[in-house]
């Protein structure tokens, strides 16, 4: 089945996005396992807070592409409810993909730790040095990390669904991540 799909820069922006997200959580859940080795430990803390910054760089730029650029209509065979949870599960990504990079870098510049790219850019801390406002930032980021992994789970069956079961053209909006969309 044919559909009307997303502009290729929407579609470069959403693949980029899915890997580094794919990787991010998981590094974000294993840095913080007591036992694990320190230089593993120090890697992924270096991966995730860097690309953690740069995902928020991306979203902002998605969600400015986004208003300019409405989403092509959903096929016409869903059902309301169905294209009603997959707003909201996209709602829920975004808002998500914002809290939780302000969160992890409050988090850490109140905590005084590093990050290493804005450090290198010579970019300042933006909140002061408190363990309270930390410690808020902390359980934030966890319970965000928490929800961000559900709605992917969530997200990525649906897209499953789609594209290997119904075969009913929802999958192809937002494939090939280069290039001509199908039509
Ligand atoms: C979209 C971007 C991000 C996602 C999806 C994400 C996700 C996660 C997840 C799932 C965890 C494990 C749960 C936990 O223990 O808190 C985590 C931990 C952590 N994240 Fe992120 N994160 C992101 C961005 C950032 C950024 C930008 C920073 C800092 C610059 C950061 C710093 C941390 C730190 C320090 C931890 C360890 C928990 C702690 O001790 O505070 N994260 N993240």
Known sequence: MSTQGYAAPARALHWIMAVLILLTIP??????????GRSLQN????YHKNVGVLLLLLVILRIVWRLRNPAPPLPGHMAGWQAGIAR?????????????PVAGYIRVRAGGFPIESLDALG??????RS???AET????HYFAGLAIAAVVAMHVGAALLHGIVLRDGVFS??????GRARR
Do not use: C, E, N, S
Request: aromatic letters at 8%.
């Open 137 to 140: 930032a902390k359980a934030v």
């Open 123 to 128: 970019l300042p801390a933006l909140v002061p």
């Open 131 to 133: 363990d309270a406002l």
């Open 88 to 100: 909201l599960t996209h709602l829920a990504l975004y808002v998500l993909l914002v809290i939780l």
């Open 173 to 178: 909006r937002m494939w090939p991540p280069v």
């Open 27 to 36: 590094a974000g859940f294993v840095m913080v396992q007591p036992g694990i």
């Open 43 to 46: 890697a992924l803390f270096i």
